[in-house]
């Protein structure tokens, strides 16, 4: 069995308990919160788990493998520090940090001490996500020329993290899957509306070495609610709704048609049949559990490793010196990245 500790029960903490209680190689050990009435709400459904306010007395625990961090995102740079100086793999709720060198140290850390270091980074462990890859990887949808998401909801409004920061991991890590690039340069632009110096509303773009671009639109300031990921091939285009219920990926058999004289005439289009792919019907987050105690054990690196919430972390926080430069274009060391 493989021994784990959630840290953090109060949002998205007690969903990791869940899932890594019910895996069938996997022992949650401990849940660890600074609010003993929190830790009180879930005693009941985990009776063999160890309960306590004390993250050194969870740490000190030699049988324990591994920490799950999921506790409010400025703690998330030094809880997994902690974390890996004590010898335990971690997994981390997004994003990995608030600083871009902070990410890489700690992926740097744990490559340096053969520890696993996971990043949340639930959609791209999501079927349709996953199918959408397929469908590049293959070839199906010819070369790829760019891909936008809308991540949009009237609220939750957050007083202390903007709309790029709260809803932008979510996409950027999808695009960043899919394309299977480092980004060079991104853009970004956003407005304050309902709070001083808090984005409501932002508009982003990532460019990537072979020319594809991905453009971001993310608003808990909107009517709609929307969870989609639109990408547009030379041969066909393909749409992944996680709003949709049983449509969860369409693929449009619909692009240009190559040009075969040279007389000036206007590229034509072609409009084909359409094909909705069966999904399976699984949680995300039990295929994001799974494979992290799958990477402990195989020793190989996670899809959302160190790396992967380092680069992620990188494009946020470039986005946000695009927009305190009105929108400016910001270059992307990749010397860091390498």
């Given at each position: 069995m493989t021994t784990v500790a959630v840290v953090g029960m109060n949002y998205w903490g007690p969903n990791l308990a869940r899932n890594f209680a019910r895996l069938e190689d996997c022992e949650l050990r401990w849940c660890c919160d600074l609010d003993e009435g929190l830790l009180d709400r879930h005693?009941?459904?985990?009776?063999?788990?160890?309960?306590?306010?004390?993250?050194?007395?969870?740490?000190?625990?030699?049988?324990?493998?591994?920490?799950?961090?999921?506790?409010?995102?400025?703690?998330?740079?030094?809880?997994?520090?902690?974390?890996?100086?004590?010898?335990?793999h971690v997994f981390v709720e997004k994003p990995l940090a608030t600083d871009p060198a902070d990410a890489r140290r700690i992926a740097a850390a744990g490559k340096d001490a053969g520890l696993v270091v996971m990043v949340d980074h639930l959609l791209v462990f999501h079927p349709g996500v996953t199918t959408l890859k397929e469908l590049i990887d293959t070839g199906e949808l010819g070369d790829v020329f760019y891909l936008y998401g809308n991540r949009l909801n009237l609220g939750v409004v957050r007083p202390d993290e903007n709309a790029l920061w709260s809803l932008g991991p979510h996409d950027i890590s999808v695009m960043l899957y899919l394309v299977g690039e480092q980004p060079v340069e991104v853009v970004a632009t956003g407005e304050c509306y309902l709070q001083p110096e808090?984005?409501?509303?932002?508009?982003?773009?990532?460019?990537?070495?072979?020319?594809?671009?991905?453009?971001?639109?993310?608003?808990?300031l909107d009517p709609h609610k929307m969870r989609r990921m639109t990408v547009i091939g030379s041969d066909k285009m393909a749409v992944f709704d996680d709003m949709e219920t049983e449509r969860k990926v369409t693929v449009y058999d619909k692009g240009p048609i190559p040009r075969t004289e040279t007389y000036g005439e206007y590229i034509q289009v072609r409009s084909g049949d359409i094909r909705i792919p069966k999904i399976q019907a699984v949680e995300p987050l039990r295929l994001v559990c799974q494979e992290f105690v799958s990477a402990i054990r195989s020793g190989e690196p996670p899809v959302a490793d160190g790396d992967a919430g380092a680069t992620v972390v990188e494009v946020l926080e470039a986005m946000s010196e695009s927009m305190r430069s009105a929108g400016a274009p910001i270059r992307l060391d990749a010397g860091a990245r390498a």
């Open positions: 005693r009941g459904a985990y009776p063999s788990t160890r309960f306590t306010t004390d993250l050194d007395e969870v740490l000190a625990d030699d049988d324990l493998d591994a920490v799950v961090v999921a506790t409010s995102v400025p703690t998330h740079a030094p809880l997994a520090t902690r974390v890996l100086d004590a010898g335990k808090v984005e409501d509303v932002v508009f982003g773009q990532v460019k990537f070495p072979s020319g594809v671009i991905g453009h971001l639109h993310l608003s808990w």
